[in-house]
């Protein structure tokens, strides 16, 4: 996994292009994998990454990846390069949202 050193977002700062048959996914993380970039493919294509950056709002802050613009289907979020931390379906014109576990796949990097 790669990391890197992104400042926060702010609110508004990410813009999502949904409908037909076009979604996105929000996987939400602890602060530790700030930096770290999550991986998702959907069954049998390319990996792509995204990210874990703060986002700051109004009542707060929290730390996600962003995935906009995904073709609707069943994807993996990769917590390594051969581990699933599970799956999520995105579907056209809505967000779904994945939690990162928080144990059971070993040390985090």
Avoid: K, N
Avoid at 14 to 27: C, E, H, K, P, Y
Avoid at 63 to 68: C, K, L, N, S
Avoid at 84 to 102: C, D, N, Q
């Amino acid at each position: 996994m790669h990391e890197h050193a992104y400042g926060p977002s702010e609110t508004g700062s990410v813009v999502l292009d949904l409908g037909g048959d076009t979604g996105a996914l929000i996987v939400y993380t602890s602060r530790d994998l700030h930096g770290r970039e999550i991986e998702i493919s959907r069954e049998d294509e390319r990996r792509v990454h995204s990210a874990v950056r703060e986002r700051r709002v109004r009542d707060g802050s929290f730390h996600t990846a962003v995935f906009p613009d995904l073709p609707s289907g069943i994807y993996t979020v990769w917590w390594d390069d051969m581990t699933s931390a599970g799956t999520v379906s995105v579907h056209g014109g809505g967000i779904a949202e994945f939690v990162w576990p928080s144990s059971g796949f070993g040390a985090a990097s």
